[in-house]
């Protein structure tokens, strides 16, 4: 019988209409270790035969002379057919319970010895054909090819602990004198040490491992940020100092006195380190920040891009791909040119952030000189 595949498969029938397995290639044993499962139910792509079913009724079955043999057609059966590649016969089961249920009685030969005598287990051949005959189909094409499964010990560690069942009970005195023991069995994981923790116990101690570690992450991206601005210290004294250390601190404290009732305080941070490392090259890679709501708007962003930018002595498409850059979900689908031409734009006079020029910058950077504060409201005095 002749497949898309372009392959044959041949079913030979006997008088006793029980079908037969033909493989030329040579056969060669391949232990299975039962430890894996797999959920894919895909049949291999080297099946040669035509449509597969797990069962079939007899009145399905079709034969026909094909070359003067007699060949059955219709419906196939999965574990009637031997695949080119050895591995594509192992039958994979999707759950212990599964492979529980369709391996029978006996799964282990070595199981089915421990139910016989001496005597019949020096008879260790008849017993292994014995043995043999009680296995499903799938058990028995697979041990004609050479496969055949073992039962595995994992590898014992001393170091660690193990899941275990423990007794538990529960006394509870009734109202006519009796004692009724409720029992029941609780998994339980016994640590290296002896130590003995309960499911609930075991929940609690996961929740604390999560925050531990979102903590941890937390930690470590701030401890990165704080080694990118070393960095950026280090990157500006190598380049003569083209801003002062004064002016730097002016542009971070400027940044938190307009942006932190708005941004979490890593973000923050990403926003201080972006800075720096503008004062340094006019277009390096910017790190994009988050904010905590929306209660700024996109022109709140480009004034604070535009008076930043202004003190720093940059144009237009340097500020415009500054704030393009770092504040990149509000603006991912605004063009750099877009931004640009409409930097000083404003829309509403509820706007958070006000344009500053470049002269007010220089009123409030000297104002920071002698406080040490940012203080807007000398920007309306005379």
């Not at 202004?310 to 770092?326: E, H, M, S």
Request: hydrophobic share 30%.
């Amino acid at each position: 019988m002749s497949t898309p595949a372009g392959e044959e498969i041949e079913v030979t029938v006997v008088d006793d209409p029980q079908n037969k397995m033909e493989f030329s290639a040579p056969v060669e044993k391949t232990a299975v270790e039962e430890e894996p499962y797999f959920t894919d139910d895909d049949y291999p792509e080297d099946y040669s035969g035509g449509e597969i079913v797990e069962d079939k009724e007899p009145d399905e079955a079709r034969y026909v002379l094909m070359d003067g043999k007699k060949v059955y057609e219709g419906p196939i059966d999965v574990d009637d057919v031997v695949f080119v590649e050895l591995e594509h016969n192992i039958r994979e089961y999707n759950s212990l319970q599964e492979r529980i249920e369709l391996r029978g009685e006996y799964p282990y030969f070595e199981d089915y010895m421990c139910g016989h005598g001496l005597d019949e287990v020096l008879e260790s051949d008849a017993l292994y054909n014995e043995w043999v005959s009680l296995q499903p189909k799938h058990i028995k094409k697979e041990l004609e090819l050479g496969i055949y499964r073992v039962r595995a010990y994992p590898e014992s560690n001393d170091s660690i602990g193990c899941f275990t069942k423990t007794a538990k009970e529960k006394r509870i005195k009734e109202d006519n004198g009796n004692i009724r023991i409720e029992e029941w069995e609780e998994e339980a994981y016994i640590s290296a040490d002896g130590d003995v923790y309960y499911s609930d116990q075991l929940e609690a101690a996961i929740k604390a491992l999560k925050s531990d570690k979102e903590q941890s992450e937390l930690q470590m991206r701030l401890l990165s940020q704080h080694e990118q601005c070393d960095a950026a210290h280090k990157e500006l004294k190598e380049e003569d100092m083209k801003f002062s250390m004064a002016q730097i601190e002016f542009l971070c404290a400027y940044i938190t006195h307009m942006m932190h009732p708005y941004m979490e305080a890593d973000e923050l941070q990403k926003l201080h380190h972006n800075a720096k490392i503008w004062t340094v090259h006019a277009m390096p890679p910017f790190t994009p920040v988050n904010l905590r709501s929306n209660h700024l708007t996109k022109e709140d962003l480009k004034h604070l891009g535009y008076n930043v930018g202004k003190f720093l002595r940059l144009q237009g498409g340097v500020i415009a791909r500054f704030v393009k850059k770092v504040f990149e979900k509000p603006f991912e689908s605004t063009q750099i040119r877009t931004i640009e031409q409409k930097l000083r734009e404003s829309k509403s006079t509820k706007e958070r952030i006000p344009i500053h020029t470049r002269d007010q910058m220089e009123k409030l950077f000297k104002h920071f000189q002698r406080y040490g504060n940012i203080n807007l409201d000398i920007l309306n005095r005379a």
